[in-house]
């Protein structure tokens, strides 16, 4: 059970957060509450018990969970005979972020493939061009042939 005074996870929640920053420029704090969502349990959690966990203001912690809601991350939830609003990790949330990345790499390609048409066959720039094309041509290839996700694996099975 992932408790807020153990020292290891939030070290672990503050590496998400890290890594959210660095790679996607998304604030600390939103990295902050996405991590703590992942490992917390319960998974659902108040503005209030998060904002303890991770030593966020309720203002700063209302915007970024504003943030994370609408990329998809997590999901807003009440429970019967209760006010107060919980949050939980979308069990999609990476599964959606891994196919927004590759869809925004394929249109990348696809403005490379425009690139080598506008620069004309066997000139400098299109061999400039040509090095990244083939990268997403290689990418292109790699994802054709790799297996569906896993959540489009279950639902297959479910079907």
């Excluded at 991770?54 to 807003?76: E, K, Q």
């Excluded at 429970?79 to 919980?86: A, I």
């Excluded at 042939?145 to 639902?155: F, N, Y």
Aim: net charge negative; hydrophobic share 40%; proline share 6%.
């Amino acid at each position: 059970m992932a408790e807020s005074g153990n020292e290891d996870v939030l070290e672990w929640v503050e590496r998400i957060a890290k890594y959210c920053a660095d790679q996607d420029g998304v604030p600390l704090i939103a990295g902050r509450v996405l991590g703590w969502l992942m490992i917390c349990d319960p998974p659902e959690q108040s503005a209030e018990e998060i904002a303890a966990a991770i030593g966020a203001s309720r203002a700063s912690l209302s915007t970024n969970l504003r943030l994370l809601s609408s990329v998809g991350f997590v999901h807003r939830l009440t429970k019967p005979g209760s006010r107060t609003v919980y949050y939980r990790v979308d069990d999609d949330a990476w599964e959606k972020v891994v196919q927004r990345q590759i869809a925004s790499l394929a249109s990348l390609g696809q403005i490379m493939r425009d690139g080598m048409t506008l620069a004309g066959p066997s000139t400098t720039r299109s061999a400039r061009i040509g090095a990244a094309h083939e990268v997403f041509l290689w990418m292109e290839q790699v994802f054709a042939d790799a297996p569906p996700p896993p959540s489009a694996a279950r639902s297959a099975k479910e079907r």
